[in-house]
């Protein structure tokens, strides 16, 4: 089989790079070998204009969140089903203190906090909820939905294969690479957390983070919001089903869910939320990032052989969209990658 692109890995960042791949007409294929614990599929999906404690402004966000809006919109339509939902996240204040410091940020960033004189919510839903502050806009992306309907439509077109990438099997000619049975002009990683186990990227910083979370059932709780104090409980696409998350590890034994996450999230929920909920699933999964947080994004060489679109850490679903465009605009027209951005800062 011969195409123009290889593509490795269909998590958030593959799915992206396969869309704009197919909406600029280059022939692709994608290999993914579904792994129900990578960091695509254990994620949240919120796409947040603010970032921490400090709700300093997400970096881009006044380009990435007009960006994310359409491209959602357009893979939407593509798909022939919504697959983000706009919400408002509700702060809930148990100090003054916390208030204090969210009033101060609405100053200086008034477009996206608000302290509402009316609420949208009865306080009574949290114990010691003495007040609220908005976060808007805010998207909640349906991870699940978006990642199989994408997988379904390459399975249609024959443009995906289900197997595992074994880059030793990958032979570099002049024209481009043959892999088994594929012959394709050039080949870009999307791979997530397995850019760990080659060494093609040794200059990389890597940063790999553990994020763990909890899928709750919830009843009575409104679902047009997402609710945050320290942790994030945001509403999934099955009624009355919530995630909440999620944790920021640098060290961790392995990648699977703990015992020791649950009992502090649930401890910690007990003490906020003032209604029953019942934990259903535990996730857990590897988010690739980098030292200074930015992504990974770019080619080797001006031959552009070798891509990558990476390094997403807590933010792929709306760096993913955004860069997977700026790498194919790129490719065809060779227009410039965000240098924050571009992988080669470190080469
Ligand atoms: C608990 C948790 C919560 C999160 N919440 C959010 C959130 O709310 N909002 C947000 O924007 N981000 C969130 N993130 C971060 C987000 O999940 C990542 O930024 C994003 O999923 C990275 O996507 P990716 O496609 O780059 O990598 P991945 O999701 O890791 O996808 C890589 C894909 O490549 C495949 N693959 C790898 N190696 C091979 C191989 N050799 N052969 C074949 N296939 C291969 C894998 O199976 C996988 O399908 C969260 C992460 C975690 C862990």
Redesign the pocket.
């Known amino acids: 089989m011969n195409t123009d692109v290889l593509v490795?890995?269909?998590?958030?960042?593959?799915t992206w790079l396969s869309y704009y791949l197919e909406k600029n007409e280059i022939d692709h294929f994608v290999?993914?070998?579904?792994?129900p614990q990578?960091?695509?599929r254990?994620?949240?999906?919120?796409?947040n204009p603010v970032t921490g404690r400090n709700k300093v402004k997400t970096w881009m966000a006044d380009q990435l969140l007009p960006f994310c809006l359409t491209a959602y919109q357009q893979m939407g339509t593509c798909l022939g089903t919504s697959v983000m939902d706009t919400k408002t996240i509700i702060e809930c204040f148990t100090n003054p203190e916390a208030a204090a410091l969210f009033s101060r940020r609405v100053n200086e960033n008034p477009h996206y906090l608000e302290i509402p004189d009316d609420y949208p919510i009865q306080l009574d839903l949290f114990h010691n909820c003495k007040k609220l502050g908005l976060i808007r806009p805010a998207y909640v992306v349906n991870l699940p939905l978006l990642l199989s309907n994408w997988r379904a439509r390459l399975r249609r077109f024959g443009k995906i294969g289900e197997y595992?990438?074994d880059l030793n099997q990958l032979i570099e000619t002049d024209k481009g690479f043959n892999y088994q049975h594929i012959t394709c002009k050039r080949i870009i990683f999307?791979?997530?957390?397995?850019i760990q186990e080659r060494n093609t990227w040794a200059k990389i910083p890597l940063a790999p983070t553990k994020?763990?979370?909890l899928v709750l059932k919830i009843e009575g709780l409104p679902s047009s919001f997402i609710y945050k104090n320290k942790l994030t409980l945001l509403p999934l696409a099955e009624t009355d089903y919530w995630w909440v998350?999620?944790s920021y590890e640098w060290a961790f034994e392995h990648a699977g869910p703990t015992p020791l996450y649950r009992e502090h999230t649930v401890k910690a929920l007990k003490k906020w939320l003032a209604i029953p909920f019942e934990v259903i699933e535990q996730?857990?999964?590897i988010?690739?990032g980098t030292m200074e947080r930015r992504p990974l994004v770019g080619f080797d060489s001006p031959e552009k052989k070798w891509g990558l679109l990476?390094g997403?850490?807590?933010?792929?679903?709306?760096l993913?969209p955004y860069f997977a465009f700026q790498l194919v605009e790129n490719m065809i027209r060779g227009s410039v990658i965000d240098p924050e951005a571009n992988w080669t800062r470190f080469q």
């Not at 490795?8 to 593959?14: K, N, R, T, Y």
């Not at 290999?31 to 792994?35: L, M, R, S, V």
């Open positions: 490795i890995g269909q998590g958030i960042s593959g290999i993914d070998q579904e792994n990578s960091a695509s254990q994620a949240g999906g919120l796409i595992n990438f999307c791979d997530g957390a397995s994020g763990e979370a998350g999620s996730r857990a999964a988010r690739m990476n997403m850490g807590t933010k792929g679903c709306s993913a």
